[in-house]
């Protein structure tokens, strides 16, 4: 089994993140996107989910898999590798830090807030950038 999980980690934002400060992803459509399900659920709950468990939420929103089929489909999607949140379009397009605590409760952090500098100075926190969006 495959974990995205970090603890006691911070996801800096990627160095190409076009803004710094957290930005609402706008929402275009009626499919919401991957972006604004992941910053609904950590908007709404800070420390309350695991990397894990939001991104297979996500998943199973976007593919609007039954209730019934729920823990199949988690252990199907969790046998194989997926991208963490170092690719999330919150870190690499919004301006959003996440940061994993010791038990890998996520929170979403504006990079411009007091909050992020000071984990980004706390020695005791690891650091983990973002991907780029570009190559070099």
């Known amino acids: 089994m495959h974990s995205t ?22 929402v275009k459509g009626e499919k919401r996107s991957v972006a604004n399900l992941q910053f609904d659920m950590l908007y709404d709950h800070p420390y309350e989910y695991t ?14 898999i ?15 590798g997926h991208p963490c949140f170092r690719a999330s379009p919150l870190t690499k397009r919004y301006g959003w830090g996440i940061h994993a605590n010791a038990e890998g409760k996520l929170a979403m952090i504006s990079s411009d807030s007091a909050a992020y500098r000071q984990l980004q100075q706390d020695t005791s926190v690891t650091k983990k950038k973002a991907m780029r969006s570009r190559r070099k």
Do not use: W
């Open 5 to 26: 999980n970090y603890f006691n980690t911070l996801i800096e934002i990627a160095e190409d993140c076009p803004i710094h400060y957290g930005e609402v992803p706008p």
């Open 66 to 80: 039954a209730r019934a089929d729920m823990e199949q489909e988690r252990q199907r999607y969790f046998s194989k």
């Open 51 to 64: 990397s894990d468990e939001i991104l297979f939420s996500v998943f199973a929103t976007r593919k609007e």
